[in-house]
């Protein structure tokens, strides 16, 4: 809604100040075109821009499953306006922020829950990545039956009984007690078979089908071919429209590897088991952060960098699954799965420096683009290099030795001190983006001229 308001006053600015735009190419010495449908208004390059950056930064992010226990009579002020505000606030407007500022972090996340969930369903028999992404984003709960429920073993293979069980007495279920969310290591083969549904549907508890994202790839594709367009005609974007290139250039690959998993998916399956009470999950035990805050500050720093931050949950300790929730990826693949997002984020600050040489309002705007612009390079550089010592040191014996730790060690120091540069440079580049909106050069609103595009037989 800033947003919004925030381009309105530029675009009322822009027509009240410099006056119609015929008038405005002639001051600069720009012909203008005869067809006068070959102008575009500002609100037009705003608009176009606006709904590319949303569908990229809200509609493109799949969200894991964040499970809500139901409330039992709830008034309408809780229910209609205070839980939906909360979550809003809480969830949603987090991951846009994230989107928004740190792209390429949700590009990481996404890769690696594509991993993962290629790890997942090459174990299970008729799997597809649609399960393997169901299982890594928390579609299964773990429930507790009411007091004095009756219930039925899972059948099991092994001479072992299943823990797993289905209800089969009458009872409510919302006197079902939500316990924790559930990952693959707490199942056997043989009962994921029985209980988890078919791909499609998989799909069909998601809010979002193939068109959907069809679309919103057409969209984007779209809004990259216009730039393309004009840059080999010679015309010049809005900083605007740079950063929305850059984000339009990066969700054609988040969508890639999110292109099987449910969107939005916010009721998970319900399992039981016939004791909860006892209900410890399987796998490796979570390890601890260090006791000292500097230490431990520094530690977790590191650990979201790579995307080891899940070595760290305890899922049966949470009322659902975390936000960057990916699962346990082997140590080995963490440093793989980081690689290409930080070079793509380094392309993605690269972009930007399409307007290095435009025709900026003043000259302070000019030095900060740039200064933001080598930013916006530099730290997912930096990156880059960190996560390629870390996946070629956990790929060999020699983990200990003194060069390692020295480059280790400095790309660990100059992340932690120029991560706050990167911030810093997100946030100028888009004030900047509005803010030069109010003395864009002429040629700005000339359109392309799409029939140059078309062989012509002379």
């Known amino acids: 809604m800033l947003i919004l308001l925030l381009a309105y006053h530029i675009a009322q600015s822009v027509q009240s100040e410099a006056g119609p735009i015929p008038?405005?190419?002639?001051?600069?010495?720009?012909?203008?075109?005869?067809?006068q449908n070959n102008q575009r208004p500002i609100w037009s390059i705003i608009w176009s821009c606006l709904s590319t950056i949303f569908l990229c930064t809200w509609v493109a992010v799949h969200p894991n499953v964040h499970f809500k226990p139901e409330k039992h009579n709830q008034r309408w002020f809780e229910k209609w306006l205070w839980d939906p505000l909360h979550e809003f606030f809480t969830y949603k407007l987090l991951l846009f922020v994230w989107?928004?500022?740190?792209?390429?972090?949700?590009?990481a996340w996404a890769v690696r829950q594509y991993i993962q969930a290629g790890v997942i369903s090459r174990q299970v028999p008729g799997w597809t990545r649609t399960h393997g992404f169901f299982m890594v984003?928390?579609?299964?709960?773990?429930?507790r039956l009411p007091t004095g429920a009756s219930f039925i073993p899972l059948p099991h293979e092994s001479s072992k009984p299943s823990e797993f069980v289905v209800?089969?007495?009458?009872?409510?279920?919302?006197?079902?007690?939500?316990?924790?969310?559930?990952?693959?290591?707490?199942?056997?083969?043989?009962?994921?078979e029985i209980i988890v549904p078919t791909e499609t549907e998989l799909k069909d508890r998601g809010k979002s089908d193939a068109l959907t994202k069809l679309i919103v790839l057409v969209q984007t594709l779209w809004f990259i071919v216009q730039c393309i367009a004009r840059g080999t005609q010679h015309l010049p974007l809005t900083e605007l429209e740079v950063v929305t290139l850059a984000y339009a250039m990066l969700n054609l690959f988040i969508y890639g590897f999110w292109w099987d998993k449910p969107r939005n998916v916010e009721c998970p399956i319900r399992l039981y088991k016939a004791?909860?009470?006892?209900?410890?999950?399987?796998?490796?035990e979570a390890e601890e952060w260090e006791t000292n805050q500097a230490e431990r500050w520094w530690q977790k720093v590191i650990t979201y960098t790579l995307g080891a931050q899940d070595a760290h949950v305890t899922l049966s300790s949470e009322h659902s699954t975390p936000m960057f929730w990916s699962g346990r990826i082997p140590i080995k693949l963490l440093g793989d799965a980081g690689l290409g997002p930080t070079i793509l984020g380094a392309v993605f600050g690269a972009i930007h420096c399409i307007a290095w040489s435009s025709e900026f309002p003043s000259r302070s705007e000019l030095v900060l683009w740039r200064v933001s612009c080598i930013s916006m390079i530099a730290v997912p550089f930096i990156t880059t290099i960190f996560l390629a010592f870390m996946a070629i040191s956990w790929r060999t014996e020699e983990h200990s030795t003194d060069w390692m730790m020295v480059i280790g060690l400095i790309c660990a120091v100059l992340l932690i001190l120029s991560a706050w540069l990167y911030v810093a440079g997100r946030l100028a580049t888009l004030v900047i983006a509005f803010s030069t909106l109010r003395a864009p050069p002429p040629a700005v609103f000339v359109n392309v001229d799409w029939t140059a595009f078309i062989p012509h037989i002379y």
């Open 167 to 192: 209800a089969s007495g009458r009872h409510l279920r919302q006197d079902e007690v939500p316990v924790c969310p559930l990952k693959f290591e707490d199942f056997s083969i043989d009962v994921l």
């Open 99 to 107: 989107a928004l500022l740190v792209p390429e972090y949700i590009l």
């Open 137 to 143: 984003m928390g579609g299964f709960h773990l429930f």
């Open 23 to 35: 008038a405005l190419l002639e001051q600069r010495d720009v012909v203008p075109r005869d067809d």
């Open 275 to 284: 004791s909860t009470t006892t209900h410890k999950e399987s796998g490796e």
